[in-house]
């Protein structure tokens, strides 16, 4: 007799196998992860080869290791000389073909520069520099420039900056107007090589791009310039160009919006000596409204205590002249988010310096301040000696006096309600804990600055660890600078060799072939210890040539 358990335990053993074995076949994959690719694409083959004299071919053929992209060839690739009659360039797997749509000239080297433009598919790694050269007649040029480039202010080396040569003929057709047809971009070193290049006169410029058109068109891009043209006529080495941000001639207010808040923010596109602010229209509003300038000089905030208004005419000045004029719309029934927020002058640590004021700064200018209202614990303990003063100088900021205590910790509350701004608008509750710190957590500084020439004029500046300028200091002759209380920790000195005497750095000028004025920063890392007083010479060398 036929068992009819076993005939169906049979039939869902042998279909449960079958399910294993599918599922378990189909559950095998390839490892994932692994190493980022950062290689770039490698060329393999050029046909013609790379450096091919007597060259008569009406088509480059590049083979690649890898598939590959092109990135804005026609601005990342050029070819000098510029021909009039762009090439195709076109992908094949992974052959790149070049096919020309021009006569070539004589007796001529040709150098095909490919910037950013070739990239690996999956990683956009770039082959950098990648350059092709032949020449229609027996002979290649073969002259060279190299040098690095740094940033002005820095004085660091800039990578993946864009180095251009111009011919003297073509510079004042070309720069800044279109791209060079000779060009190469700094490594990670900061350094460049130009090669195959014809002898003759040439004019040299690095530029730090906002966008890759390689074509100096924008106020805040770096540009750098060699002072004199370069006669090639012999491999040249050692060339060093400083990059800086050029101030623009023409002011302009680059920005202007009332924020969420209602003030009217003006952003300026260079800094002004003396800039002030009037409201032209409506007129009542320029006797009661408050302006903060940055200490850059180079924004404006307006703060209008009256809101009743659809429209801003604004007269800019600088030194008490005319300079230009703005206007803001704003709708009648238009609404502003206001939320009173406060900083407190104290370092990294929360800790209060000794012999200082608590200083209490609001993002609005504060219009009253009810003390009652202000709570300050003392180790816990509460008290109530303490003095509010508003600062005569700074709408937005309130000095607490307190005889504070080293060691002590402090708990400051301001309650809901306690400050008051310009537009009626109140805080809610908020705080901050802190400390008095210990004047042993502080030194003294002295530098003994020499200077190579004094017949000219000095500009010291100390600099903290994260290269923020702590203290500025005008030197013409050698002199001790004393900075006292300053905290423990590692500082740098920087020295700007002020040519026009004004007390601070000065930027250049291509078209008035200006140099931004030379900057030197000591090597020598200054350490501050606890209770200490450090004693340190400065010793300024001679400045620098520009190139």
């Given amino acids: ?35 980022r690719d950062l290689t770039p694409p490698k060329l393999l083959k050029a046909t013609p080869e ?73 990683e956009s790694n770039v082959l950098k520099n990648f350059t092709y050269v032949f020449s229609t007649g027996p002979h290649i040029d073969s002259l060279s420039m190299s040098g690095s480039v740094i940033n002005s202010i820095t004085q660091e080396k800039e990578k993946d900056a864009t180095v251009m040569l111009f011919t003297v003929k073509q510079d004042s057709l070309l720069f800044g107007k279109k791209k060079p047809a000779i060009f190469t971009t700094t490594d990670s070193s900061g350094n460049f090589s130009l090669n195959n290049l014809h002898d003759g006169e040439y004019r040299i410029y690095a530029l730090k791009e906002t966008s890759p058109d390689k074509i100096f068109n924008n106020d805040k891009e770096l540009i750098a310039f060699s002072n004199k043209p370069i006669v090639l006529s ?41 800039p002030s602010v009037k409201v032209i229209y409506p007129p009542a509003l320029d006797a009661q409204k408050i302006v903060e300038i ?12 009256n809101m009743d208004f659809d429209s801003l005419r604004v007269a800019i000045s600088d030194n008490n002249k005319p300079i230009d004029t703005i206007y803001q719309l704003k709708g009648r029934k238009e609404s ?60 937005k900021r309130i000095l607490m006096k ?41 030194s003294v500084l002295i530098l003994k600055v020499t200077i190579p020439d004094s017949s000219k004029n000095y500009v010291v500046e100390l600099l903290d660890d994260q290269k ?50 030379n900057i030197w920063i000591s090597d020598k890392i200054l350490t501050l210890r606890p209770n200490w007083e450090a004693e340190e010479a400065i010793e300024i060398p001679k400045e620098p040539v520009n190139p």
């Fill in 234 to 274: 012999k491999d040249t080495a050692d060339i060093r160009l400083s990059l800086f941000q050029q101030v623009p001639e023409k002011f302009r207010v680059a920005e202007k919006k009332l924020t969420n808040e209602g003030v009217l923010s003006l952003v300026f596109n260079k800094r002004l000596n003396n």
């Fill in 336 to 395: 502003f988010v206001r939320t009173l927020t406060f900083k407190y002058d104290i370092n990294r640590d929360n800790r209060l310096k000794p012999n200082t004021d608590l200083s209490i700064t609001a993002n609005l200018p504060i219009a009253s301040f009810e003390q009652p209202l202000i709570g300050l614990n003392e180790d816990s303990v509460n008290v109530t000696n303490f003095t509010l003063l508003k600062d005569t100088a700074n709408a």
């Fill in 50 to 122: 790379n450096m091919t004299r007597n060259f008569a071919a009406k088509e480059i053929k590049l083979e690649f290791d890898e598939f590959f992209k092109l990135s804005n060839q026609y601005q990342e690739i050029s070819i000098s000389p510029a021909m009039e009659k762009q090439p195709e360039y076109n992908i094949s797997r992974k052959n790149l073909i070049i096919d020309f749509k021009d006569t070539l000239q004589k007796n001529t080297t040709y150098v095909i520069n490919f910037g950013k433009a070739v990239q690996d598919v999956n």
């Fill in 468 to 517: 923020n300028v702590l203290r500025s200091d005008r030197v013409i002759k050698n002199t001790s600078i004393v900075y006292k209380n300053f905290l423990t920790g590692k500082y740098k000195v920087r020295v700007i060799y002020d040519a026009n005497k004004n007390g601070r750095w000065d930027s250049g000028n291509v078209r008035q072939r200006r140099q931004p004025e």
């Fill in 1 to 35: 007799m036929l068992n009819l358990k076993s005939t169906v335990f049979g039939k869902n053993f042998f279909f449960i196998f079958i399910c294993l074995f599918v599922f378990g076949c189909a559950s095998i994959q390839r490892p994932q992860g692994g190493p």
């Fill in 294 to 305: 940055s200490k850059t000089k180079d924004t404006a905030l307006v703060y209008m205590r």
């Fill in 402 to 442: 307190y005889k504070w205590r080293v060691g002590s910790k402090y708990q400051l509350t301001l309650n809901e309600g306690a400050f008051t701004d310009i537009y009626g608008d109140k805080n809610k509750r908020t705080g901050i804990a802190f400390e008095g710190d210990k004047p042993e957590n502080y």
